[in-house]
């Protein structure tokens, strides 16, 4: 596993930021840097299990580990979905991590992936992108 770590600093606080990041229509907006019509199925609850779905409801499943709002959300990626049928992974310790740091103009939000080789190109490719969709979307429709 490899940990891939992406930084921005939003002119939002902390509280808009986490709203772009996890309430439905702003998810669907900034996910769209990975794949065109993400969404998701389930409750950001801690222990619960969400399901990331593209347009054709394939995608994966994960656990959430961490919900402290406006700081702190953490995923441990499970598994695979495709065409319906949950597949699970070895993945070891695939976490997806976001931290939300407030400071004197805004909030500095951090994402830390750990990953496998074999998906690190596709983040380092993508995540930048999503980042600055929740910048955007924070700053100015909000």
Do not use: C
């Not at 656990?63 to 949950?86: A, C, Q, T, W």
């Not at 805004?106 to 074999?118: D, F, H, N, V, Y």
């Amino acid at each position: 596993m490899e940990t891939l770590e992406f930084e921005i600093k939003i002119n939002a606080s902390p509280e808009k930021v986490w709203t772009v990041l996890w309430e439905d229509t702003h998810y669907r907006q900034w996910t769209s840097a990975f794949t065109k019509g993400s969404f998701y199925v389930g409750t950001w609850d801690e222990g619960s299990i969400v399901k990331f779905f593209d347009p054709n409801n394939n995608g994966m499943y994960s656990r959430v580990l961490k919900n402290d709002p406006n700081k702190e959300m953490s995923f441990l990626h499970l598994g695979e979905i495709y065409d319906g049928v949950e597949t699970p992974q070895d993945w070891g310790d695939a976490t997806e991590t976001y931290l939300l740091e407030k400071t004197d103009d805004g909030t500095l939000l951090k994402a830390r992936i750990k990953t496998s080789e074999e998906f690190k190109a596709f983040f380092e490719g993508k995540f930048p992108q999503a980042l600055q969709n929740v910048k955007n979307l924070a700053e100015n429709q909000l």
